[in-house]
């Protein structure tokens, strides 16, 4: 059974603040993509990350995708209390096209 | 924007009887799939289908399950005896592509509740 572990599992930090989340594998992964999900809604795609070493900016939010393509950290630099949320990563991993999805991080920021 | 919309919202059914969830992907996507969030877990794959026939299945998906696009625009997931364990959000997704770069998009979900 392939696993993506994310960490960590909770944080709750003050506005203004930098955090980083971590995804990570024991496997390849041909791609990976970074949710967002809000309570009883799906998760909404906010990047999907491909080649080994990548870098993606989206505003406040970096995501980078490690060498080897096992592991992921999303970055979100000067938190807002708009941020709160669970993200989770996802990886498709070269065996086929299901996403394989992690436990996700609830993420709280504090006004 | 275009968005995966899926119907009903929430669905209450009796142990045992016949459900069908209900999905429009996005228009000009080919590949579809269901997956399943029950309350507290993660996110997990039940099925994907392409060209008018599952491309990959999970081992949740057993004979109880099965899917159809029945039209040009529909794509149904359909249980046939549910059971109290089958309550969970039930989450279809829409793809352009498949394999590298799958980049799926989620409808809102339909929150089934089995009693």
């Known amino acids: 059974t392939q696993l993506l572990e994310q960490s960590p599992q909770f944080l709750s930090i003050q506005e203004g603040e930098n955090l980083t989340v971590y995804c990570n594998s024991s496997s390849v992964f041909s791609s990976l993509q970074w949710y967002r999900q809000e309570p009883g809604e799906g998760p909404v795609l906010l990047v999907t990350v491909v080649t080994g070493g990548e870098v993606k900016k989206l505003k406040r939010l970096t995501f980078q995708f490690g060498d080897a393509r096992k592991d992921s950290s999303l970055h979100i630099t000067a938190a807002q209390p708009g941020d709160t949320g669970l993200y989770l990563c996802a990886g498709a991993y070269t065996s086929g096209s299901r996403l394989t999805f992690g436990e996700g991080t609830q993420l709280t920021v504090n006004p | 924007e275009p968005e995966v919309t899926q119907t009903p919202s929430h669905q209450v059914t009796q142990m045992g009887q016949e459900v069908i969830l209900r999905c429009v992907p996005i228009s000009n996507h080919l590949y579809f799939y269901w997956y399943r969030q029950i309350l507290g877990q993660k996110v997990e794959f039940l099925v994907s289908?392409?060209?008018?026939?599952?491309?990959?299945k999970s081992e949740i998906f057993d004979d109880q399950f099965s899917v159809e696009r029945p039209d040009g625009s529909n794509f149904t997931l359909k249980i046939r005896s549910t059971k109290l364990e089958d309550s969970a959000m039930y989450f279809c997704?829409?793809?352009?592509?498949?394999?590298?770069?799958?980049?799926?998009?989620f409808g809102q979900g339909t929150r089934l509740t089995v009693v």
């Open positions: 289908f392409y060209n008018n026939e599952i491309s990959e």
């Open positions: 997704a829409s793809s352009k592509r498949q394999g590298l770069n799958t980049e799926a998009f």
